[in-house]
C-alpha cells in the first residue's frame, strides 16, 4: 500500500487532531472526486517503519491518525490500524472508505472511527443532509451512526 500525502487536519474526524494519510491507488474512481491524483498507483510505501516515525515525530500532538483510502488493499489497513492500537494506544484509528459497507474480513473493532460511501456529487459530502456517506464511531465493536455532527444546526 502506497500514500501520496499526509497532513494533520482537525475537520475529517470530531474532535480529534487527526494525521490524515492519503492512500494511492483508489478502485473507486468516484465521478467528481476531489482528489483524483489518489487513482494512480504511485506514492511511497506506508507501513510500520513510516507509521512508527510518525507516532514518534507527531508524538501527543495528534490523537488519531486517519487512513483516507485504501480501498483497494483493505487487510492492509486493518493490519496497520492494529500496529497503530498497539504500538501506543492513546492514538485512535481512523479510516475514511469509498466503500458502501465494510470489507468481509475487517473489524470495526481495529478503529475507533468509520466513514463509509462512495462520493456522489449531487447528494454532497458528510456535512449534506442528503449525502449518502455515513460516519461511525466504533463504540465495543458497535457501529454507531454519528454523521448528524458533521452538520451545522
Not at 3 to 28: G, H, K, R
Not at 40 to 60: I, M, Q, R
Not at 88 to 105: D, F, H, I, Q
Amino acid at each position: 500500500m502506497k500514500f501520496a500525502s499526509y497532513d494533520i487536519v482537525f475537520q475529517e474526524i470530531p474532535d480529534e487532531v487527526t494525521l490524515a494519510v492519503n492512500i494511492t491507488n483508489c478502485p473507486n474512481r468516484c465521478k467528481g472526486c476531489h482528489s483524483p491524483h489518489l487513482q494512480e498507483d504511485a506514492g511511497e510505501t506506508l507501513d510500520e517503519n513510516v507509521l512508527s516515525a510518525w507516532l514518534e515525530k507527531y508524538g501527543n500532538a495528534i490523537t488519531c491518525v486517519c487512513f483516507m483510502g485504501g480501498d483497494a488493499e483493505p487487510r492492509e489497513v486493518g493490519k496497520l490500524a492494529d500496529f497503530i492500537r498497539k504500538k501506543n494506544g492513546s492514538v485512535k484509528t481512523a479510516w475514511y472508505s469509498g466503500r458502501a459497507a465494510l470489507p468481509a474480513g475487517i473489524s470495526p473493532s481495529n478503529f475507533d472511527y468509520i466513514k463509509l460511501g462512495a462520493y456522489i456529487k449531487e447528494l454532497g459530502g458528510l456535512n449534506a443532509p442528503s449525502t449518502n456517506q455515513r460516519f461511525y464511531r466504533i463504540e465495543n465493536g458497535v457501529m454507531i451512526d454519528k454523521t448528524d455532527g458533521f452538520r451545522k444546526n
